[in-house]
């Protein structure tokens, strides 16, 4: 079992930033990809940025150049950098994990709310 637990969320006003950290505990030798998602209010989750165990990244289209996600293996942690953020960025934002040779993520930690004033 994983267990994930983002922090870092919180109120900040149009064009600000935000960063934040997911923290992986228990069987982190079986995670390859992480990966953060958001789901605002009366929308679907979506992906947001993924990173493997290598640090091959991969952005969603519309988030590219904004949002800058990390991982860090030695610390068992990953992190989204958002700048230059935008009210439509509002939504609880999600910590996933995958297992070794899985195709979906497995593992999902409790969400971190991210709210942006115009």
């Known amino acids: 079992q994983v267990q994930l637990e983002e922090s870092g969320g919180g109120l900040v006003q149009a064009g600000g930033s935000l960063r934040l950290s997911c923290q992986a505990s228990?069987?982190?030798?079986?995670?390859?990809?992480m990966a953060w998602y958001r789901q605002a209010p009366e929308n679907q989750r979506e992906l947001v940025a993924t990173?493997?165990?290598?640090?091959?990244?991969n952005y969603a289209a519309s988030l590219k150049g904004r949002f800058t996600i990390s991982r860090d293996n030695a610390k068992n942690t990953i992190d989204l950098q958002m700048n230059m953020l935008r009210p439509e960025d509002t939504a609880i934002y999600y910590c996933a994990a995958a297992s070794i040779g899985s195709r979906s993520y497995d593992y999902w930690g409790q969400g971190t709310q991210v709210t942006v004033s115009s």
């Open positions: 228990g069987s982190i030798s079986s995670i390859n990809a």
């Open positions: 990173i493997t165990r290598q640090f091959t990244t």
